[in-house]
Structure formats: C-alpha cells, structure tokens
C-alpha cells in the first residue's frame, strides 16, 4: 500500500492507523501548495481534489477520505482491534465519533490555516471549536479512549486535532479528559513513530 501525506495534516491519521496495524506500506510525500509529490508527480492526477490522504492499495485502487481510510485500514488488520467489527452496534458509535471528528473539529480549523482570514473570524473558529472539545471532553469521562479501554482510528483522528489545537495556540488545559488522552496516545510507539518519520520528512523537504 502507499500513502500520499503531507507532514501534520490530516493524513497523520491514517499513517498512524497504518502504523498501529501493522500494516506494509510506502510514503509518498505531497506539497499541497504546489499540488506536486516528492517526485515532481501533478498530484491532481492522483487525487482531482487536491488533498491528502490518498491510501493506494495494492491493486492500484485509489481510496480518499480519512475516515474511509481508517477504517479500511483497521478491516485490514482485524486481530490489532483498531475498530469494531462490521455491521455491530460499536462499529456504528465509531462511525459516529469520526464523522463529528471529520465535520465538527476538523472543518472548522480550516479557516485558521488561512493568513487571509481575519482575527475576529478566526477567533469565532476557535469558540466553536472549543465547544465542540467541550462535548468530547464530556463523552471521555471516566474512559481510556472514545470507545473505553480500547484504542481504535477515532482516538488516532481526535489526537491529530489535539495536535492542531496546540498548533494554533488554543488553550484546552481546562479539559482534563483530552489532555489525558492526547498523552495517552501520544506515548504510543506506533504513534510516536508516525510523528518521528513526518519531523524527518518535514525537515528534509
């Protein structure tokens, strides 16, 4: 498999994902700005919507959309239970969780990646942001990880945008249960590595 990422975007979360599941794979670096991988390659040809992830499978099948990805990934690598299986009732409160991680958190920090956008909008953003934080931090209490005692893709995704909130200087220290998650994650080995192998990558670019 190969996945087109670009250093502490969206796509740590699934080379994360990939690196818990233990799963062979390829990393092709993208310039998002220039739209170009590593090699110089249009990566428009690649993925027409211009953004990353892209996991290629081994049939040469292109799959999009991070929450998509995870979850192949984890289907892929059943035994290392990075997701519930198909069709139960967890698998569907997983679902749940990466779809508000996908359209509640990571959309709305769009707009803080953007010089253009103004200091009042932005700090909107980062309100709403904030209440969204707050909600997760409620359905955290009492747990390890989204799902319990058990990590899955969803706590790879939600860690990812802990990471963007840090990022962007919004203060969550008064959410106890994130930031405990956030370390719980972050002291992972296989999460560590991801982060290691994208600081490589990001300093060689």
Not at 91 to 120: A, C, G, M
Not at 180 to 196: F, W, Y
Request: proline letters at 5%.
């Amino acid at each position: 498999m190969k996945l087109y990422y670009s250093p502490g975007a969206c796509s740590l979360s699934p080379h994360i994902a990939l690196h818990e599941a233990g799963l062979a794979h390829e990393l092709v670096r993208v310039d998002l700005k220039a739209k170009k991988t590593e090699k110089g390659d249009d990566f428009t040809k690649i993925n027409p919507k211009g953004q990353v992830p892209v996991l290629q499978l081994d049939s040469g099948e292109l799959v999009t959309e991070g929450p998509v990805i995870v979850q192949m990934i984890a289907d892929k690598a059943a035994g290392k239970n990075l997701a519930p299986a198909n069709g139960s009732a967890e698998r569907y409160k997983l679902q749940e969780w990466l779809n508000f991680i996908t359209t509640e958190l990571h959309k709305n920090f769009s707009p803080l990646f953007q010089p253009v956008i103004p200091d009042d909008v932005k700090n909107f953003f980062r309100d709403r942001i904030k209440g969204k934080f707050k909600y997760a931090e409620s359905q955290l209490a009492g747990k390890d990880y989204l799902m319990g005692k058990q990590f899955t893709v969803a706590d790879g995704y939600l860690f990812v945008m802990l990471k963007w909130a840090e990022r962007t200087g919004m203060d969550l220290s008064e959410f106890k249960n994130l930031m405990a998650l956030k370390d719980r994650v972050a002291a992972r080995p296989n999460v560590k590595a991801a982060l290691d192998m994208e600081a490589q990558a990001q300093k060689a670019a």
